[in-house]
């Protein structure tokens, strides 16, 4: 099986290369190929010695994305612009990347007979929910930029099922963490900031509520999908633990040894979705999915993995303050 993989030296993507060659997920074994530009989140160093072929490409450029997908039997596209703050302050890049990127990506992937095609996706399509959990058959009411960017790209991988045939999946995960998270998000600019005795910005009144999922276990459910998933199907994928970014911020204190003083409350961000959670029952009844992680083993993980790879993002931070 030739597998193409978009976006795949990211953090989610790159998780979900290094399992496959690794022989993770051996119904989707065989070469894989990963097309990424190489932008802020995409690193070389996240690839670093597994035998993947790597092509510096955009998903917007039909010729570069053609190429890429020659020979291709699998496609799990990843690619995106993911991070809410950047998209309210630009959302030019991510309604680019996300949704004609994802177009490029699909027609490519039909005009070369792909077999099978997995868009990844988020749950914050959905919006906000004050109780529950959203079913796939909720309606999508996305209130950033970026998540209705996603739902654009939602919308049109449906369309290239219904409309053309192809075989196309859709998953929609909750809130991702683990090792080699680009440290804008929560988790690790929390955890590196903690480490270099810094202090970390605490949106609002800290209350609203995310769901937490080990990056390992949502990619197995893609790799899950990638195998069984129905065409034309959507797949929620969560992690079964709900904390609000309070909890979350208590609990990395006590992981580096920290206290309240190093947290800076700040205004809260514009629009400010305030609780996601996923039923994932669907994926569990059709493809026997479950987390295997829990949250307090992952999280000691994660802090540790950081702890000892400050080579790895150190310089990160060091570009981005210059």
Known sequence: MQVLVSGGAGFIGSHFVRSLVS???????????????????????????????????DVRDPDAVGKAMVGTDLVVHFAAESHVD?????????VSTNVVGTQVMLQAALDAG???????????????IAEGSWPETDPLLPNSPYSASKAGSDLLARSYHRTHGLDVSITRCSNNYGPFQFPEKVIPLFVTNLLDGLRVPLYGDGLNVRDWLHVDDHCRGIALV????????VYNIGGGVELTNKELTARL?????????????????????????????????????????????????TVAWYRDNRPWWEPIKAGANA
Do not use: M, Q
């Open 23 to 57: 022989g993770a997920y051996p119904a989707l074994a065989g070469e894989v190929r990963v097309l990424d530009l190489l932008t802020y989140a995409g690193r070389r160093e996240n690839l670093a010695g597994y035998d993947v072929e790597l092509v510096v490409g």
């Open 86 to 94: 950047r998209s309210i302050t630009g959302a030019a890049d991510f």
């Open 114 to 128: 792909v077999r099978k095609f997995v868009h990844v996706s988020t749950d914050e399509v959905y919006g906000s």
């Open 226 to 233: 990638a195998e069984g998933g129905r065409a034309g199907e």
């Open 253 to 301: 204190l006590d992981a580096v040894g920290a206290d309240w003083s190093s947290v800076a409350p700040v205004a809260d961000r514009k629009g400010h979705d305030r609780r996601y959670s996923v039923d994932w029952s669907k994926i569990h009844t059709e493809l026997g999915y479950a987390p295997r992680h829990t949250f307090d083993d992952g999280l000691v993980e």
